[in-house]
């Protein structure tokens, strides 16, 4: 026992140059809990409580307290100002969103970006200038719309006719919040077209969304050159890694790549962006040493760096600035910077530096998925780093055996790096994608040779040399690579078992697991062991039951439990929805049988009683003859209308209609006893939050396309 005590001392006495590295830690604890609350928090208290908190530590400072006391109010300042601060990102973010339930509508604006392809068709990210039935001060900034046919090219002026409505919300309680992120990304809405886009006539932009458009254009062009040079399905992925456009990507590319634990090579991430920082890096170093005159008059190294710094920015406009690669790129600017200052550019304190300015620009950025697994990966990685035994320098051998030894070192190092990168990001992909690739670490370890030495550098000089008709040789030597790896994916998704399914555990597993894998990157010693058992909760924390019925947001769809599969009432209808749902619960998606079912053109029902579920998704109510069938024959029944007045016959139903799912959304039934339900709405999980439709005080602001004297259409 006093061993055990000896090595714990030790290992807390070895800490101190590591407890500054849990302040970002702190700070993004601060962001995840304000957004994990379900009621809006007022921006001044929060501001007022993070000032005081960080005085308070500057106070201790000043005054010379105990290192640990510091250390402490430190921490706890920290949290104080991610709240603070992913308060304000919200306030700031305030703009329109789109009302629910809206008749279809007409919409006139600019193209901004083509967006990536949905289940429905191709999509496109327009500016709104002008919404018919909506006020200016009530029009969104961002449409997220589906178009018929082919997308229009940014910078286009449109007018299309169809259906608007919000962003969507949760597919079930707890499911991920895609309304919570179009809100941080201005998108107050998606149309959906029921006829061709048309040229519209629209006065003359402001000068930000003339640029945006402009870069945008300039980006679309290069995928499509990309594109013909390589044809739809090579170059559809080769512009997917360059531009970010996913337009010609095909479905069964995606579907491999994703079964093969490769879809992380599609999205442009810290991969692209260290991969074409370092090309870049290294080959300017390479040509500065090449040069005598100029290596002896200034440093290659530093000359490298400000190239890099130059190169990350440049991928980073061409890529369109997503969230990843936004992130990537402050992470590989920090560490030329830090190269620039003479400072080692990998460590733990560079990495804990890029996560505080990625939290302190975008604190929604610690709920998404992306933020989560590309920091725990990095983290695991440095931290392999820092314990990998150092080479010892060999003596004099014959090429071959220093080959071979070489050879065997990098093999070795890339089998440890997929390794843990695997390892530190599985939790995530248990809790929010449900699947893991059983061979991905064989598919990431056959195709990372490939990417890192030949295809993204291939692809960084033939996206810089195309515009001046250059880049044929590169981008056909890229396009090879990317028939191997799409080969290599399609090869492993094959195989037997290739993907496992796991349900979600509950949310609370998730931060304990991440809190988990950053103790054992940021501990030094072996107590850093301790934890294992918290990184694997999401693998090991016990799954509840199952619900028993699934009712989608709005009532427009629904499912019902059969032994491990889920029935789904309508399963060519917000597909999307049905499989996250089940997928997240463990469950099998299969369509409803065509026997045994009386399914009309507004509901689907039991044909005999006793059934689980009917469901009337029509806008207009059930008559009373209707509502009597539809109580008959189920347990549950769900009505998108409204409902005055029940049938006797529903007596002992759960009968749930428009005014329930217009205030809970989404709900998952389980039953209570013999004849009890026990519900739990999505709402319910998600609070009365800015992105929600609730607790917001700012005022929108003005879209700037819209003259200020312009009236409802």
Excluded at 78 to 103: H, Q, S, V
Excluded at 137 to 158: D, M, S
Excluded at 549 to 569: C, H, L, S
Aim: charged share 15%; hydrophobic share 50%.
């Amino acid at each position: 026992m006093a061993r055990l005590i000896d090595s714990l001392h030790h290992d807390v006495r070895t800490q101190a140059d590591r407890w500054p590295l849990w302040s970002s830690v702190c700070f993004g604890a601060g962001c995840a809990a304000y957004f994990a609350l379900r009621a809006e928090p007022g921006v001044w208290p929060l501001a007022i409580v993070a000032v005081g908190l960080f005085g308070a530590w500057l106070v201790g400072r000043a005054r010379g307290l105990p290192r640990t006391a510091t250390l402490f109010l430190l921490m706890v300042a920290c949290f104080g100002g991610g709240l603070a601060i992913a308060k304000l990102r919200a306030e700031a973010a305030a703009a329109p969103i789109a009302p629910m339930d809206m008749a279809p509508t007409q919409v006139e604006g600019w193209v901004m970006d083509v967006d990536s392809p949905g289940q429905n068709g191709a999509r496109v990210v327009v500016a709104p200038v002008r919404v018919r039935g909506l006020a200016p001060e009530a029009t969104p900034q961002r449409l997220r719309v589906t178009v018929k046919g082919a997308p229009p090219p940014p910078g286009a002026a449109i007018r299309v006719f169809g259906i608007l409505n919000p962003p969507p919300p949760p597919a079930g309680p707890g499911a991920y919040d895609f309304g919570r992120n179009a809100y941080f990304q201005g998108m107050g809405g998606t149309l959906f077209a029921l006829g061709p886009t048309r040229p519209a006539d629209l006065a003359r932009p402001p000068w930000r969304v003339r640029m945006a458009m402009r870069v945008n254009a300039m980006r679309y062009a290069l995928a499509e050159r990309i594109v013909a040079r390589l044809g739809e399905r090579t170059g559809g992925v080769a512009a997917a890694m360059t531009t970010g456009h996913e337009t010609w990507i095909q479905s069964p590319d995606l579907d491999a790549m994703r079964d093969s634990g490769l879809a992380h090579i599609l999205s442009i991430s810290g991969l692209h962006m260290a991969v074409v920082g370092g090309f870049v890096f290294f080959a300017v170093r390479l040509l500065v040493a090449a040069w005598p005159w100029l290596v002896l008059r200034t440093s290659g190294k530093k000359v490298a760096a400000v190239a890099g710094l130059i190169a990350v920015g440049t991928y980073l406009v061409i890529s369109g600035a997503p969230p990843p690669a936004e992130r990537a790129a402050v992470t590989a600017s920090i560490a030329f910077l830090a190269i620039l200052a003479d400072r080692q550019a990998v460590t733990m304190r560079a990495l804990a530096a890029a996560a505080f300015v990625v939290l302190l620009l975008r604190p929604e950025a610690v709920v998404t998925p992306g933020f989560q697994m590309s920091f725990a990966a990095t983290a695991a990685l440095v931290a392999l780093v820092e314990v990998w035994p150092r080479r010892i320098r060999e003596f004099a051998a014959p090429w071959p055996i220093v080959a071979v030894q070489r050879f065997g070192r990098w093999l070795l190092a890339a089998c440890a790096a997929s390794l843990v990168a695997g390892m530190a990001t599985g939790p995530f992909a248990m809790q929010h994608f449900n699947r893991t690739a059983v061979y991905g670490l064989i598919a990431n370890l056959a195709t990372a040779p490939l990417a890192d030495f030949i295809m993204m550098p291939a692809l960084a000089l033939g996206a810089a040399l195309e515009p001046l008709g250059l880049g044929a040789p590169f981008l056909w030597l890229a396009g090879k690579s990317v028939e191997v790896m799409l080969a290599i994916g399609h090869w492993a998704a094959g195989l037997p078992g290739a993907v496992q399914a796991i349900p979600s555990a509950p949310a609370a597993a998730l931060p304990v697991a991440f809190l988990g894998i950053l103790f054992m990157c940021l501990w030094r010693g072996r107590w850093r062991w301790l934890g294992l058992p918290f990184a694997a909760a999401v693998l090991i924390w016990p799954r509840p039951a199952p619900p028993d019925v699934w009712i989608g947001d709005g009532g427009a769809n629904g499912a019902f439990r059969q032994g491990e599969q889920a029935v789904v009432m309508r399963p060519e209808v917000r597909r999307f929805a049905s499989d996250l749902w089940s997928r997240r619960r463990g469950l099998e998606a299969v369509g409803r049988p065509s026997e045994g079912w009386s399914c009309k053109r507004s509901f689907c029902a039991p044909e005999h009683e006793g059934g689980v579920l009917a469901l009337w998704w029509g806008k207009a109510a059930p008559g009373a003859e209707q509502m009597d069938q539809l109580c008959r024959s189920a347990e549950v029944v769900s009505v998108r209308a409204v409902i005055a007045a029940l049938p006797p016959s529903c007596e002992g139903r759960l009968v749930l209609d428009g005014a329930d799912h217009a205030r809970g959304g989404s709900v998952e039934l389980w039953r209570d006893g013999a004849d009890g339900w026990r519900a739990l709405w999505a709402a319910e999980v998600r609070g009365r939050r800015p992105w929600s439709g609730g607790g917001s005080n700012s005022a929108h602001p003005l879209n700037p396309l819209i003259p200020a004297d312009a009236g409802i259409q």
